[in-house]
């Protein structure tokens, strides 16, 4: 069975709770990016400006992180479907904070961010599932630095 675009909309969080007459007004209007990576290409670069919603929509996805002096790095793999970096489009500081790379064959869906301004944002089921993407993001992060009493220094990190 064909997957159309609308089924794939609807597995991304920040679409799920839309009609279907609003999820083809969007496929109208707004341009959709998809993009394929094999395994180990990278498609976004640590300190890159986030210009865009970057989807995975299937495969999985490495992301390592350097400090500053680049004297450590963390690395996950995330699996799909998943948004990267929703929180590096808008603010003071909208560069991404990790290197993705394709840890297997990748399927990528981006929006660029002149669409979610001018188009997505307009729609409240759109704008409620953003802030509820940042506000959870936001206090795992919170409620990560806190937990601070589980298991030894190797196993915190």
Known sequence: METTMY???LLL???????????TTIIEKVKFNFLHYKEKETF????ETCQQLCF????????ETKDQQHAFSLSEVIDGPYIIEPQSVFGMQ?????TYRAHTPINILTID???IFNQLIHYDIFRLNY???LSNRAQRTNRTLWDTHIGSLSERF
């Open 7 to 9: 089924d794939n909309l």
């Open 13 to 23: 969080p920040l679409f799920q709770g839309l009609s279907k007459n609003d999820l």
């Open 44 to 47: 976004i670069r640590q300190g």
């Open 56 to 63: 995975l929509l299937s495969g999985q996805v490495s992301a």
């Open 94 to 98: 909208n560069c991404y904070t990790a």
């Open 113 to 115: 961010k002149a669409y």
């Open 131 to 133: 802030l509820n993407i």
